[in-house]
């Protein structure tokens, strides 16, 4: 077990967003206690004395990437969905020529396959077998009993979202009921994609294209917590897309700002206006949009996917198109997903839930069948909609229905009192489209109630355009609610490929990933200080006495606030000198919260988040001097969080990875 080592650091003033200080900090370098409950940070150190050291600031490094900025020959950008996923590529010398990966085999009656359902199958020895439409179709003409041992997953990506103590070791569960490490189907999936388009590239080169050839950009929702930014990029070492010594490889893009990037490169022939012949904020329907971008517009992007929806809230700066975000990325899990379950609890009403239940577990390929029919169907949905919608059920429903209840499912459905749903003698369900569009409701309700509280804040009063983009944005039904509700405000704007559209953003961040130039951060990060005891202003229960001094414990000393304006090469420096010289592995545990109004590490809200680590193991054999300054550098203007470190004594500069998996 490491020995628990404390780190002293001087808190300078200057720092943007700092919190009044009393001039020394300390941290410790090992903190043991569980998450729900922390220790004062002075409880574990030894008697070493306090040595104040330079000043933190924050400082503007625009060559901060320079030096380690690679030459890739090609950018492929990964879009990894809930309900399906895609690549595209952009030679770097082609940079305008945005190429989508060939057209899948598969595909089901209507819908567009130009990417392939998030669905993978291993063996039943657990090995990888395939992915997409292959891997569905392989498993529907599997016989049920054999189904029973192979391992089929479909929208697995949701887990990443729900889980909320996501570790290394988070399990999956298969449609047989049975457990396997998401990391290892993340992996797996990710692996396909990269032996996918490599293959895809070499036959277009003519040659055997290098994977060291390539920058790797992989998408995902905006409202995803740190830990699983941190668990894809891990998936992705695993797949063999980079690697931890060449992070730089592997670029993790926003889903709705690589939908931001490529709308505002539209030009008007190549987006639908949900018509408003009003002036809205200064514009007519006429105008040209893409083209017509003004100076300091905004705009608000909706990703609707499969499963969240994603809004972010831009400005436009010209000449060069810079984007500076106006509102931290907001969004919940509203995604078209939501209409599954929808049906789902629909056919529990009408068959009970212990046999829906029996029946995935059982027979879970005609489970898949029968949601691959209830798809098709879902995209017919539409508000003007007059005639049923047939929903096929399979054989093996209709026939395991008969053994499990001793009537017929057409018996259930008269039983059920729900009349919107009727049997018809062909062996479908019939939907009237009443009964369809109220299983939509309860996600677009939640749409529209969230983007309401958004229109509430004054950074986006102004909004200009909305951009409605993201497989779910395809549905008139939610298209039409936006329009009524939003449609006086701004100009509703859908771009015509709307599916593809954060995949083709990805690439043109890949090639340029400077573009977005001011973030916000979604939460308040900091770390546990010590500060000299105020009488009157801590609280006496935080009162530490240590050589004489008088120490306030547990002072959340913040780096970065919510919703603060962070510039793309910002940083925060810190100093640090170990408690011990001989100490070379020190420990500070990070901690976040979405209140801006932190006080202490114990506030309610407040959860350790992280661990940063500085590791300056071999540099042993230098003679330092007695207090040993560590300088490092965090950068929150990015899309993850990133820190350097150097050593002062030796120059020695460490990478330092801000773990939040597994502290």
Known sequence: MMESVGVYGFCGCKAKNKMKCDSRWEITAAETAPTSTYSSPARSLGDTGITPLSPSHIVNDTDANDAEQQTFLVVVAIDFGTTSSGYAYSFTKEPECIHVMRRWEGGDPGVSNQKTPTTILLTPERKFHSFGYAARDFYHDLDPNEAKQWLYLEKFKMKLHTTGDLTMETDLTAANGKKVKALDIFAYALQYFKEQALKELSDQAGSEFENSDVRWVITVPAIWKQPAKQFMRQAAYQAGLASPENSEQLIIALEPEAASIYCRKLRLHQMIELSSKAVVNGYRGSDTVGAGFAQGDKYVVVDSGGGTVDLTVHQIRLPEGHLKELYKATGGPYGSLGVDYEFEKLLCKIFGEDFIEQFKIKRPAAWVDLMIAFESRKRAAAPDRTNPLNITLPFSFIDYYKKFRGHSVEHALRKSNVDFVKWSSQGMLRMSPDAMNALFKPTIDSIIEHLQDLFQKPEVSTVKFLFLVGGFAEAPLLQQAVQ??????????????????????????????AVIKVRRSPLTYGVGVLNRYVEGKHPAE????????????????????????????ELVKRSYTPAKPSQLVIVINIYSSEQDDVSFITDPGVKKCGTLRLDLTGTSGTAVPARREIQTLMQFGDTEIKATAVDIATSKSVKVGIDFLNY
């Open 484 to 513: 009524s509700a939003f449609g006086d405000k701004c100009r509703i704007i859908i771009p015509q490929d709307v599916g593809l559209t954060i995949l083709k953003g990805a690439v043109l961040f890949g090639l340029d990933p």
């Open 542 to 569: 935080k009162l530490l006495v240590k050589d004489g001094t008088r120490w306030c414990t547990d002072v959340f000393d913040k780096f970065i606030s919510a919703d603060q304006s962070v510039a793309l090469g």
